[in-house]
């Protein structure tokens, strides 16, 4: 009998299964870059212009989204926000939707702690809408 990960996925539409293995794909491509590559130099290379029209973008952001949680949560290794953050907005700015990758720090009880997440047209994609009043994101947004 399937789980209901695996029944959750059967439902899905086509389109989100793709989405879900592109992220699949992605995701650990992303893991090994961020490593390897580091951040700033991943963030120029992979910037590019975004071209989509408006009209299309609310649905790619909640799909793009959606696969990108699900990837992270059933791979077999562990992923941080950074991680799924910089893969949702790769998977965007692929599919030519204007996104920033932001990156933010608070002060935890026993160290800074530091949070990243997406952002389109200011409004955060892959988190609540406070997550500015909870970590003080860095002035410059990477595009």
């Given at each position: 009998?399937?789980?209901?990960?695996?029944?959750?996925?059967?439902?899905?539409?086509?389109?989100?299964?793709?989405?879900?293995?592109?992220a699949v794909l992605t995701l650990p491509l992303a893991q090994l870059a961020l490593r390897s590559v580091g951040y700033p130099r991943l963030v120029?290379?992979?910037g590019?212009?975004?071209?989509?029209?408006?009209?299309?973008?609310?649905?790619?952001?909640?799909?793009?989204?959606?696969?990108?949680?699900?990837?992270?949560?059933?791979?077999p290794w562990k992923t941080t926000c950074l991680d799924r953050s910089f893969t949702l907005w790769w998977l965007l700015r692929r599919d030519g939707v204007p996104a920033t990758l932001r990156i933010g720090v608070r002060r935890g009880e026993t160290?800074?702690?530091?949070?990243?997440?997406?952002?389109?047209?200011?409004?955060?994609?892959?988190?609540?809408?406070?997550?500015?009043?909870?970590?003080?994101?860095?002035?410059?947004p990477l595009r």
């Open positions: 009998m399937a789980g209901p990960p695996l029944r959750a996925f059967l439902a899905a539409s086509p389109g989100d299964r793709l989405q879900y293995f592109r120029r290379r992979l590019g212009s975004p071209r989509k029209p408006a009209g299309e973008i609310t649905g790619l952001l909640r799909s793009r989204h959606r696969a990108v949680e699900r990837a992270g949560r059933y791979l160290a800074v702690e530091a949070h990243a997440w997406v952002e389109h047209d200011g409004h955060a994609i892959n988190d609540s809408p406070d997550v500015t009043e909870r970590y003080a994101p860095f002035d410059a």
